[in-house]
């Protein structure tokens, strides 16, 4: 049952949103919210930081085991508040820390133009402009990312070897500290985009208001929220303090690792190695990723803003943090397998992703696995009321699955958690959560993709009629 649209906001009155939603085809997320998008809303608000604290604490208190601590409770041994008290609380190292840490990457990100792209052959960076928005605006982005994270890890790697500023553990050291200090800054943005969303938008017509306040507040009102000129949340938060510390992350581990153990173990090596070339990739690509779904349809709110900074890197470093408590060193037959399956499913996720941007970019002149690509003619309308002209890629891996990249990125993450060996179940959460994540992601991005191409959409999902898995699914 889908709840009732109010007039809630002052820009945006439900009977122009309804229009709206009519002009643009349903673009981004929902305009009207069902009772089960609300309730699962409220359970990721309310459960959602519980979740991240409890694997953190599980590897900090329980060596990693997920059920030490739930047996623990249950035959009481102990009780929440025994767990708790053991629990490392915020300290002014930790805020100092993550402070700086983060208005480090603001400047990078806003004070220093793109200089990579002048002398990289091939990479895309400096001033880029995204996809079309649903009211017809295009943006501009200072794509600088890779340059952000090249000074930011030579930085580290000169202080590892020649300054010695901070240890290379600092951020093992700190984690549940700097976790209290991730939690602050993403409910602090989530709200104050809200309030933004509410009373100075960037761009009014391409804010959508629900009527209810947790689905707003999660799922963001405005779509590309910006300060000034260039300084934008979406890009900013995506892919900036969470990502760029991705890799440090898992560095900070391996260094934890060998002062515990006296050696960094293959598996730590593979995790490192595995996850590094996959976030190399996104900075490679981050001219291509202004038009993938969390820049081009999702809106910035909680979602993104509390997920960038807790969820992603708390939770997909999981594989290096439990290494550093369970040192595994795997055969060599069991390492080279995880390596090829890493290797092929970024093969297939990398290859996939080209093959839809170059077929986009060259308006299908261009070949597709040495042959002219099988295109779907389609046709959408923008909240302007202008009709626009697009194509779909039958062809290559998109006439194989409609979305064979998710399938490359979930075979990726499958090899993250095989590194991990079989003792315990924490470091297969990445995959089991990519699994739901990139499964929902599809069955949404569809659901928007009939609303915005309707009988075009129909003759495509007709010529490549599997999701994820060719003959399966
Ligand atoms: P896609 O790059 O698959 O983009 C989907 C969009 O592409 C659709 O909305 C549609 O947009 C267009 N499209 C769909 N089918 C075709 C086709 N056959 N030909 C041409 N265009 C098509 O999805 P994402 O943006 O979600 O993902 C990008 C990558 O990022 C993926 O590889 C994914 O695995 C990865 N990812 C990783 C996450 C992580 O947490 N590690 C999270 C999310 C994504 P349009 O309206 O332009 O037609």
């Not at 890890?153 to 209290?180: C, E, K, M, V």
Request: glycine share 8%.
């Amino acid at each position: 049952m889908a709840a009732r649209f109010r007039p809630s906001a002052p820009h945006t009155s439900a009977a122009s949103s309804v229009a709206a939603a009519q002009a643009q085809g349903q673009w981004g997320r929902a305009w009207e919210v069902d009772w089960f998008s609300l309730a699962s809303i409220l359970f990721l608000l309310l459960f959602a930081p519980f979740i991240v604290y409890f694997f953190i604490m599980a590897c900090d208190q329980y060596a990693c085991s997920l059920t030490a601590p739930v047996l623990d409770l249950a035959a009481g041994r102990v009780r929440l508040s025994d767990i708790w008290a053991k629990t490392p609380a915020v300290t002014k190292e930790a805020a100092q820390i993550y402070a700086l840490w983060v208005s480090f990457q603001v400047l990078l990100y806003v004070a220093l133009p793109d200089v990579c792209h002048r002398f990289l052959p091939g990479y895309v960076g400096g001033v880029q402009e995204g996809a079309v928005t649903p009211a017809g605006v295009i943006n501009k982005y200072e794509i600088n990312g890779l340059q952000a994270w090249l000074i930011t890890h030579l930085l580290w790697l000169a202080n590892a070897r020649f300054l010695s500023w901070f240890p290379p553990t600092i951020i093992f050291d700190n984690w549940i500290p700097l976790l209290w200090c991730a939690n602050i800054l993403g409910y602090a943005v989530s709200t104050f985009a809200m309030i933004k969303g509410y009373l100075f938008p960037t761009n009014a017509r391409d804010c959508k208001f629900t009527g209810n306040f947790f689905y707003n507040y999660m799922m963001g009102i405005e779509f590309n929220p910006r300060i000034g000129k260039w300084f934008d949340f979406k890009l900013f938060f995506n892919g900036r303090p969470g990502i760029v510390a991705w890799t440090l992350i898992n560095l900070s581990f391996a260094a934890k690792q060998r002062e515990l153990h006296g050696h960094v173990t293959n598996s730590m090596v593979l995790v490192n190695v595995l996850q590094a070339i996959y976030v190399l990739d996104f900075f490679w690509n981050e001219a291509w990723y202004l038009k993938t779904i969390d820049i081009c349809h999702d809106h910035f709110g909680w979602y993104l803003g509390w997920g960038d900074c807790v969820w992603l890197p708390y939770l997909y470093t999981l594989q290096g943090l439990y290494l550093v408590y369970h040192p595994v060193q795997l055969a060599a037959p069991h390492a080279a397998g995880v390596l090829l399956l890493g290797l092929l499913g970024y093969y297939v996720f990398r290859v996939a992703n080209h093959q839809k941007d170059l077929f986009r970019r060259t308006d299908g002149r261009c070949l597709i696995w040495g042959r002219k690509p099988k295109a779907i003619a389609c046709v959408y309308t923008s909240a302007d009321g202008q009709r626009h002209h697009s194509k779909l890629l039958a062809s290559g891996f998109w006439g194989l699955a409609r979305h064979l990249n998710y399938t490359g990125d979930l075979l990726g993450s499958l090899a993250y958690c095989l590194a991990c060996g079989g003792g315990h179940l924490l470091p297969y959460f990445y995959v089991v959560y990519m699994t739901v994540l990139l499964t929902h992601r599809c069955l949404r991005d569809e659901h928007r993709c009939a609303n915005k191409y309707g009988g075009d959409w129909a003759r495509y999902t007709a010529a490549v009629p599997y999701r994820l898995l060719p003959g399966i699914f």
